[in-house]
């Protein structure tokens, strides 16, 4: 019973406690801020078909908070709700502001099909209801009939499709949760690249780049399974690991230690002590382990190495820089690795 507990408490817990607070806070004026026109919420009855609908897919969460909480989240007419599976949200306790705009990003001002998705082109981007945030297109294969909206696929096309709303499951939120802004503020998620005719390609070739090294399945990934704080830091330099590497970049190999206490050091530092874990090379702990010792490994730091010390008698792991990886290979794919490792590695600016 406890176990069943860990799972699914904190979301229940944060739903009667948002139904409690924002059933007085959030009135209809509140909503319409989140567009330039007031909002009309769909009819209770057709929120009881989407909720059923929901439910009958597997996505529970959505579904109770459809038909349980109009007062929190009732969306308007002719919109359009990208449904979060309940694994990627269900461990996570967030606070009622957080979930609610969370949401809102999910949600677009317009009903539109697959079908329609299908008919835009790549770099698109369609406002929410969150503060008019926008959603990008970053992938379409008509053929197959896939599409991926801020890299996320949409694991259930047309799961809803009425007159006035249309409901699609996605596999995992739009944006990064990240844990330094659980507030709900407007910073909570990175902006998309939008496309016009003239910057189409352009946008499409920025999200591809981002896309190939699978940066926020990397960040997600760091974030739950206790890397927290070196997830945050990554998250936070992202955009200039983006624009120093737009090109070229197809693999990448991360030291991640648990705790990366230089969050607090200066701004200006923080993307140098991130980069130092990160190497432009998927190596595997196999691969490591076959290198020479002494070998340098370059990193995203570019006048800063890391050693390959190879496997030293008074440790049981490979040590590289003279910092253990106690985590080989804890999470791989064909475009990156991720070692854990028993402490940062220490920026050289630091120790001067």
């Given at each position: ?8 408490c904190p979301l229940y817990f944060v739903a009667s406690v948002t139904l409690a ?46 038909h349980r909480s109009p007062q929190f989240y009732l969306p308007p007419e002719n ?274």
């Amino acid at each position: 019973m406890a176990s069943f507990c860990s799972g699914w408490c904190p979301l229940y817990f944060v739903a009667s406690v948002t139904l409690a607070v924002l059933a007085i806070t959030i009135t209809a004026h509140s909503i319409s801020k989140n567009s330039d026109a007031a909002i009309t919420p769909i009819a209770h009855d057709l929120s009881v078909n989407v909720s059923r609908a929901l439910r009958l897919a597997g996505f529970d969460a959505m579904a109770d908070l459809l038909h349980r909480s109009p007062q929190f989240y009732l969306p308007p007419e002719n919109s359009t709700i990208f449904a979060i599976q309940d694994s990627a949200i269900r461990n996570s306790s967030l606070p009622p502001s957080f979930l609610k705009n969370l949401l809102l990003y999910h949600t677009l001002t317009s009903k539109v099909s697959m079908d329609d998705l299908l008919n835009k082109t790549t770099g698109t981007c369609i406002p929410t209801l969150f503060r008019q945030k926008n959603v990008a297109i970053t992938k379409i294969d008509a053929n197959r009939r896939l599409l991926e909206i801020n890299h996320v696929l949409i694991s259930h096309p047309d799961l809803f499709v009425g007159s006035q709303i249309a409901i699609h499951g996605v596999l995992e939120p739009f944006s990064f949760l990240d844990p330094q802004n659980l507030g709900g503020g407007s910073d909570f998620m990175k902006s998309p690249i939008c496309s016009s005719t003239s910057n189409s390609m352009l946008a499409s070739e920025a999200y591809e780049s981002m896309k190939t090294v699978e940066w926020n399945r990397i960040i997600l990934l760091l974030s739950s399974n206790g890397y927290v704080s070196f997830s945050i830091g990554l998250h936070s330099v992202l955009d200039e690991i983006l624009r120093d590497y737009s090109m070229g970049l197809d693999s990448v190999t991360i030291f991640a230690p648990q705790d990366l206490a230089l969050l607090a050091s200066p701004s200006p530092l923080l993307d140098r002590v991130v980069g130092l874990h990160i190497l432009p090379q998927r190596f595997t702990y196999r691969d490591l382990i076959a290198l020479p010792a002494r070998t340098l490994l370059n990193t995203f730091v570019p006048d800063q190495e890391l050693e390959n010390e190879g496997i030293q008698d008074f440790m049981s792991g490979l040590i590289i820089s003279g910092v253990e990886i106690v985590a080989p290979d804890v999470f791989t794919s064909d475009k990156f690795v991720i070692h854990g490792i028993s402490r940062a590695f220490t920026l050289a600016e630091l120790t001067a």
